[in-house]
T-cell receptor, first 116, second 116 residues
Framework: GAVVSQHPSRVICKSGTSVKIECRSL??????MFWYRQFPKKSLMLMATSNEGSKATYEQGVEKDKFLINHASLTLSTLTVTSAHPEDSSFYIC????????????FGPGTRLTVL | AQKITQTQPGMFVQEKEAVTLDCTYD???????LFWYKQPSSGEMIFLIYQGSYDEQNATEGRYSLNFQKARKSANLVISASQLGDSAMYFC?????????????FGSGTRLSIRP
């Protein structure tokens, strides 16, 4: 199957700083990427859908100015958590779509963000 | 309205026994896809099996099979001959489209624990 990478895998930052998470589709061109967050022992909640070259579509309740998403190329999408606070601490997972196979959806390994 | 429902928060099963994880869904679309993912403690999302709404045969992948009952809108995962390594969170998910560029939403998950 296709490979999706995320960087960094783990990040600890101070409250008020911004953190950028990268999601790369390594072996296919992902026209669409999805960003999820997952709190401990909870399910994945879709935050936004990003399409290459256009603005992201955010789910209801997700702050656009807080979670900046950029999908500059067919292989890279970034999520920037701006002015992070402890309540933003979570597991962030990206997923790449738009490939030829409809029966698969590839996920990155996730990024664990801890805001002190 | 909740689209994917998993009613079993946790299950304990004896090793080598078969186990069924329940999933019901709600959609008005005719074309949709159903997924099951496994999430071990490492956090990675491991794709297990996929069922398209027009697929007449139940999907099977090794020890995994999907019991698809379209009229009842259920998509239960059956794991045969369970192994200790099957202990993990299991998520049922749905994509309301056949396009891999469409978003996937997740159920609340079932934590499966295999007893030796």
């Amino acid at each position: 199957g296709a490979v999706v990478s995320q960087h960094p895998s783990r990040v600890i930052c101070k409250s008020g700083t911004s953190v950028k998470i990268e999601c790369r589709s390594l072996d296919f061109q992902a026209t669409t990427m999805f960003w999820y967050r997952q709190f401990p022992k909870k399910s994945l909640m879709l935050m936004a859908t990003s399409n290459e070259g256009s603005k992201a579509t955010y789910e209801q309740g997700v702050e656009k100015d807080k979670f900046l998403i950029n999908h500059a190329s067919l292989t890279l999408s970034t999520l920037t958590v701006t002015s992070a606070h402890p309540e933003d601490s979570s597991f962030y997972i990206c997923s790449a779509g738009g490939g030829m196979k409809v029966n698969e959806q590839f996920f990155g390994p996730g990024t664990r963000l801890t805001v002190l | 309205a909740q689209k994917i429902t998993q009613t079993q928060p946790g299950m304990f099963v004896q090793e080598k026994e078969a186990v069924t994880l329940d999933c019901t869904y709600d959609t008005s679309d005719q074309s949709y896809g159903l997924f099951w993912y496994k999430q071990p403690s490492s956090g990675e999302m491991i794709f297990l099996i996929y069922q398209g709404s027009y697929d007449e045969q139940n999907a099977t992948e090794g020890r995994y099979s999907l019991n698809f009952q379209k009229a009842r809108k259920s998509a239960n995962l059956v794991i045969s001959a369970s192994q200790l390594g099957d202990s993990a969170m299991y998520f049922c998910a749905m994509r309301e489209s056949y396009s891999s560029a469409s978003k996937i939403i997740f159920g609340s998950g079932t934590r499966l624990s295999i007893r030796p």
